[in-house]
């Protein structure tokens, strides 16, 4: 089967995984069951009342400044580790079937923070 033809599929999910030049064929049911349950986990995510991404933004900015000025990076460092546009947080989640030589399939399943108000 094709990569077109699984894209016609409505019960299908295909998308970039986080590493590499990888394709992802996801079950969308199956998908969406996992992002609720992630999304249910108090002990992994928050609610925020309030979108913090501008004064945290602002706070690592100010530290790798002071990184910067204490010579304990270099100036490549300190541009590339500073935010010039901030976005808040997004949910995004990839489940990875990787094969190992010799080994059984084994999966991954990557999360990041969710998105804020």
């Given at each position: 089967?094709t990569l ?5 599929d409505?019960?299908?999910i295909?998308t970039?995984a986080?590493?590499g ?6 079950d969308k049911?199956r ?6 349950k992630?999304?249910?986990n108090q002990e992994?995510?928050k609610h925020?009342?309030?979108n913090t ?6 706070d690592?900015n ?15 460092q ?5 935010t010039?546009i901030p976005q808040?947080?997004?949910v995004?989640t990839?489940?990875?079937t990787k094969?190992?030589q010799h080994?059984?399939t ?5 999360q ?6």
């Open positions: 089967m077109q033809q699984l894209k016609k409505p019960s299908l295909i970039k986080d590493n030049n990888i394709t992802t064929v996801l049911e998908y969406y069951h996992k992002i609720n992630m999304q249910d992994t995510y925020l009342k309030t991404t501008a004064s945290t933004t602002q690592v100010k530290f790798v400044t002071n990184l910067l000025e204490s010579k304990k990076i270099t100036k490549k300190a541009l590339d580790w500073k010039q808040h947080p997004v995004r990839t489940e990875i094969r190992k080994s059984p084994t999966k991954f399943f990557s990041t923070h969710l998105p804020t108000g």
